[in-house]
């Protein structure tokens, strides 16, 4: 299950990796990958505190794209 495929298929989409849409959605695969890693092994401390700071950093991203949309909605109302 290699990464690369989905990638190349996905910015070729959209032509940016660096864009939040991007970057939200290579989190949710990370975190999906880490979470079924840690049903088998239970006792990986580390995954569990990586899978924190993923988690923590996807919640950032998702409040911080929330209120660009709302901006540009209220922005885009007043013009």
């Known amino acids: ?7 190349s298929a996905i ?3 959209k032509k940016n990796t660096g864009s939040i849409e ?3 959605f290579s989190l949710t ?3 999906q ?3 079924s890693h840690l049903e ?3 006792k990986d401390y580390l995954s569990q505190r990586g899978l924190q700071k993923l988690l ?5 991203l998702l409040s911080y794209l929330s209120t660009k949309k709302k901006n ?4 885009e109302a007043t013009s």
């Open 1 to 7: 299950m290699g990464k690369t495929p989905l990638i």
């Open 11 to 13: 910015s070729q989409e």
């Open 22 to 24: 991007f970057q939200l």
């Open 29 to 31: 695969n990370k975190i």
């Open 33 to 35: 990958r880490i979470s």
């Open 40 to 42: 088998f092994h239970k």
């Open 56 to 60: 923590a950093k996807r919640e950032r």
């Open 72 to 75: 540009t909605k209220s922005g």
